[in-house]
């Protein structure tokens, strides 16, 4: 165990582990970088090749073998099997190469780890909390390993980007989260900790699979699922009271829901809600200075009117309502597209809304006149052809719903159309960034919500801005965690989204990018725990004996560097 706090990264640390033990831990393992007074104390000779390497020369190596691997897959089996073996390196790789290992260890590639989980697990990283084994959640989160977890991230794996259910496979999204909490906003490895809630699956092809690693059941639903979410919720507060809890990919009927129950028990919220919409958010705020229409003249058309559709509109709303429209008519500015169809009175039955849906549907008159499908509903093209849409954003995991015709369209009465397809992973985005650059004549302005290849702009080659949540979320963490924030209200996140409008490349050049590069994430993230201790601070969040000058220096004291520690045999 380490003898000291994961953010006392300056000191050295002391254990009583040595030979393969100290070898096989991840946060204390250096491979070849052990120097030959640790070899001596720690009975490392003959364990290791005799010749004494930096990090710098490890980072090298590993960045070679990881190039040289066929494809993506591939590549990211090997950081995870780093990730397991020695942390420190692993987050030296990826805190100078991020924007070539962001698309390997999360979108896109992160999607393909999960459906092929079971067949490359090969060791324990996290907690897998299944329902038969309830009663034992709260001696299993006992152990004294995770004495330091101030960040957990959590999933039942219901709803894995736009690939659906993929039972315990679900685990590669708190794992690939909480390597960009540490890898952009500082926190160290000891402090994350990933779970996933096994409550079955519905996932034939994994109940199918001999292979598969998880609990070989229908989902449990109902209220037998609603106690095995409040029991751990119980377990996690009373284990750490101080703890952060990131919930990740729950399906639409539970993430609100469990959000709106658990939001002002702890120090929680749920990424696909609102880090999603605070990201959409600051990449909008950065879009309508490039277009010169005002934030009030915008009129938004939203594909998917789930969770994440509704928190990106619920958030967008109170920006129009901050930059002077009222309530009503902040709203009327949404229209909000599902698989029915445009939400809308006399056209939607209310009644099977979700509560968080409902206050998007469309007044009748607003629509009257509107032609009508074959189903009696209105859908995407003709919601564009009527409502004149400045914006259109995508997290309806269709891929392709934003076609030619739609783009054009949009386009015809728009002279900067703002186009975000933001559904993960790449095979699920709502179109191409080269195509809707193409349909439009140039003009669109353009967020994905995964990497894509650069596309020709003007004659020059131009990446699409990758509208990802991981702008929002490690910053926002570091934040909560740094500053002991008891709860996450939806200002903090507003104040999240500004602050990465405020860096914004276009605010200088209209043909720059809307967003940073991603390379820049910890420094994005750095900014972004500035803006939301500084929210906090005016709302009253944070402890008395917390002064505005103080915040700065408890958020860069909580930022940790991936470098080697000396390491010490502890005495007996």
Known sequence: MLARSPADHAHAVSTHLQEFDVLSDPLLNKGTA???????????????????????????????ALRALPGDLERYVMLRELQDSNETLFYAILTDHIEELLPLIYTPTVGQGCQQFSHLYRRPRGLFLSYPHKDLIPSILSHPRFDAVEAIVVTDGERILGLGDQGAGGMGIPIGKLALYVGCGGLH????????????????????????????????????????????????????????????????????????????????????????????????????????????????????????????????????????????????????????????????????????????????????????????????????????????????????????????????????????????????????????MRWSDGRAVIGTGSPFPAFERDGEAFKADQTNNSYIFPGLGLAAIALRIPRITDSLFMAAARAVAAMSPARHNPRA?????????????????????????REGLLAADITQDEIEHRIRAKVWTPRYAPLHRAAS
């Open 189 to 436: 490895p000891a402090a994350t900790l990933p779970i996933t809630l096994d409550v079955g699956t519905d996932n034939q092809a994994n109940l199918d699979d001999p292979l598969y690693i998880g609990w070989r059941h229908q989902r449990v639903r109902g209220q037998e699922y609603d106690d095995f979410i409040a029991a751990f919720v119980a377990a996690v507060k009373a284990r750490w009271p101080h703890v952060l809890l990131q919930w990740e990919d729950f399906a639409k009927h539970n993430a609100t829901r469990l959000l709106e129950r658990y939001r002002d028990e702890l120090c929680t919220f749920n990424d696909d809600v609102q880090g999603t919409a605070a990201i959409a958010t600051g990449t909008l705020l950065a879009a309508v200075q490039v277009t010169g229409a005002p934030l009030t003249e915008q009129r938004i058309v939203v594909f998917g009117a789930g969770s994440a559709g509704c928190g990106i509109s619920a958030l967008l709303r109170q920006a129009l309502q901050d930059a002077g429209l009222d309530a009503a008519e902040a709203a009327r500015r949404f229209y909000l597209v599902d698989r029915d169809g445009l939400l809308a009175e006399g056209l939607t039955d209310l009644d099977n809304l979700q509560p968080f849906q409902r206050g998007f549907a469309q007044p009748a008159e607003a629509v009257a006149g509107w032609p009508r499908g074959q189903g009696g509903g209105i859908g995407l093209l003709e919601t564009i052809r009527q409502a004149r849409p400045t914006a259109l954003i995508g997290v309806s995991g269709q891929p392709g719903a934003f076609d030619e015709e739609a783009v054009r369209e949009m386009a015809r009465h728009c002279r900067r159309p703002i186009i975000f397809p933001l559904s993960n992973p790449t095979s699920r985005a709502e179109a191409a960034p080269a195509d809707l």
């Open 34 to 64: 052990f120097s030959e007074e640790e070899r001596d104390a720690l009975r490392l000779h003959g364990l290791l090749p005799p010749s004494v390497q930096t990090l710098e020369e490890q980072v090298a190596r590993r960045l070679a």
């Open 513 to 537: 990018n809307l967003l940073p590069p991603v390379g820049e994430l910890r420094r994005v993230s750095y900014h972004v725990a500035l803006a939301v201790g500084l929210q906090a601070f």
